[in-house]
């Protein structure tokens, strides 16, 4: 199993990126995809993630509105569209796979599948 995560740059405040999260050994449809993000000397924080049975996504609060989190089923690929970047958004973010119950979405440790991470500056 491997997940990629890409589409990572430098970005002025106020700017855009798209992540993309693809897999091989893995069918996304069959797990919940987590967006999280790490900044340097700060714990791992959930993003966003989408479920799959139910077509349901769940944001943070600080990126509600902001980031949107969507798939794509023919190409087994997950998208996190960031509008309205901040500084504080700066991180290397990582897309995982993993089946938590819904009330756990946003804990990291129930995904055991991890992509290699992408790295994200937004300047001010």
């Known amino acids: 199993v491997q997940l990629q995560a890409s589409g990572g740059g430098l970005v002025q405040a106020g700017g855009s990126l798209r992540l993309s999260c693809a897999a091989s050994?893995?069918?996304?449809?069959?797990?919940?995809i987590g967006w999280f993000r790490q900044a340097p000397g700060k714990e791992r924080e959930f993003v966003a993630a989408?479920?799959?049975?139910?077509?349901?996504?769940y944001y943070s609060f600080s990126v509600k509105g902001r980031f949107t989190i969507s798939r794509d089923n023919a190409k087994n690929a997950v998208y996190l569209q960031m509008n309205s970047l901040k500084p504080e958004d700066t991180a290397v973010y990582y897309c995982?796979?993993?089946?938590?119950?819904?009330?756990?979405?946003?804990?990291?440790?129930?995904?055991?599948?991890w992509g290699q991470g992408t790295q994200v500056t937004v300047s001010s």
């Open positions: 995982a796979a993993g089946r938590p119950i819904t009330s756990a979405t946003m804990t990291p440790n129930l995904y055991g599948h």
């Open positions: 050994g893995l069918t996304f449809r069959s797990y919940t």
């Open positions: 989408f479920r799959w049975s139910g077509g349901i996504a």
